[in-house]
DNA sequence: GTGGTCTAGACCACA
DNA sequence: GTGGTCTAGACCACA
């Protein structure tokens, strides 16, 4: 209901967050759309709800999503979301690209890892 | 005698671990070379001697440098220590093309970058 | 509770380390069973908690298992476990072998050897 | 002139003495040969001659070698030294293809590394 | 409660 | 002097 796999050392609120504000970035969340409740969350995932508050707080404070009290949590509307976020991420990964080439990391070696990662289609979900 | 500044919130070790691992891989210290021993890198940047020896172990099983105990530590022979290197920063870089994967950034996209990165003509290198 | 004995010279978290890869490895540990917490085996075996918390990290890093601060230590999925444990094998396997040549035991030996192992009908296992 | 590379966290007067155990196992040092003065290998390995001293003292304590004050150290007649020496090589070898058997390594790959490490034909040395 | 980090300080074998 | 190990004990964020 979430598709977010939790694992590595990350504190596992973050991972929440990275994971929803990914699927916002990517539209698999639309605008106005309506998040699951935060025990329902918690529950699916077997985590502490306080966990999942967190997550959506600092969602709600980074202005990607809204909450109406008694209603639940939705997608903030276009504007403030997924344009934002994925210039971010576009930033991220041109970082590492650069990183990557000054390792000395050969193209060929890129852009094998880009089509064994983009050709993995679907599914990036239950181990 | 390190010229490593500790700062921001990541644990000790691990920022001297990757101002080390800098060093190695902008050859500002050379294959072979030896490294401040473990006290006095502590007493230099006033932590623990633990601390440094942690950052040390580490490196010294990531590859990039060896320790002869009584002796002290050197860094490791170029083609070990690049090779650690560049392991390093695939991984790296293998995340951050699934992060930007999840982020719903299209294979197009990615392809330009990585285009318009590579072709840059030469030497982008050692900063 | 974690049926292991210190004895001999070798250092106590690497008499931790291969007591608890042995368990797992002849899965008296089962695949995602917790692991007792670092200050319990502490208390049990009368050391302290950072000797337990080195090995613990140890046997992460090889992928023997996974920790979740402030959850606890697991063992690690089958295939992630039985892929870390044939690796050693097979280095250590690797150093027996070199060391075997260097003492001059000529080729046909060895391989008289492995033939007499291997084909010693099927399960010589789990000790 | 004496064919041994020192490597990896063994103390360094162990490594000596296995490494010319291992020589005189496989004879490429021959009863009553010479050995070379402990000032020489001290010198030519870059190490301590205490270090040296100390290796020489244990092969004389294991009765592979004999020592003539004033004179030099000496292989020890045949009896002594190198039947003893490659069974116990023996012995160690096959208690390590026991445990990668136990470890489910294929005998596929067993022949893998063994056709690996005896065609490196000769040269063992010099890094 | 849990794993993770860090300090202060001791001791060891080896060189 | 050098790296390596270990204890005792504290503090942290997270759950």
Redesign the interface.
């Known amino acids: 209901m979430l598709d977010i796999r939790l694992e590595g050392?990350a504190?596992?609120y973050e991972q929440l967050y990275?994971g929803i504000?990914?699927l916002i970035?990517?539209?698999?969340l639309k605008p106005d759309e309506k998040l699951p409740a935060v025990r329902e969350v918690a529950k699916q995932l077997g985590i502490n709800p306080n966990t999942v508050q967190k997550a959506y707080a600092q969602l709600e404070q980074a202005g990607l999503i809204y909450s109406m009290p008694a209603k639940g949590s939705y997608v903030a509307p276009r504007t403030h979301a997924?344009a934002a976020?994925?210039a971010e991420?576009?930033k991220?990964?041109?970082a590492?690209?650069?990183?990557?080439?000054?390792?000395?990391?050969p193209?060929g070696?890129?852009?094998e890892?880009?089509e064994k990662?983009?050709s993995t289609d679907r599914n990036?979900g239950n181990?």
Request: charged fraction near 35%; avoid cysteine; hydrophobic fraction near 40%.
């Open positions: 050392k504190p596992i990275n504000a990914q970035s990517s539209e698999r997924a976020l994925r991420a576009v991220r990964l041109e590492s690209l650069y990183d990557a080439k000054k390792s000395g990391i193209r070696d890129v852009d890892l880009v990662i983009w990036e181990s």
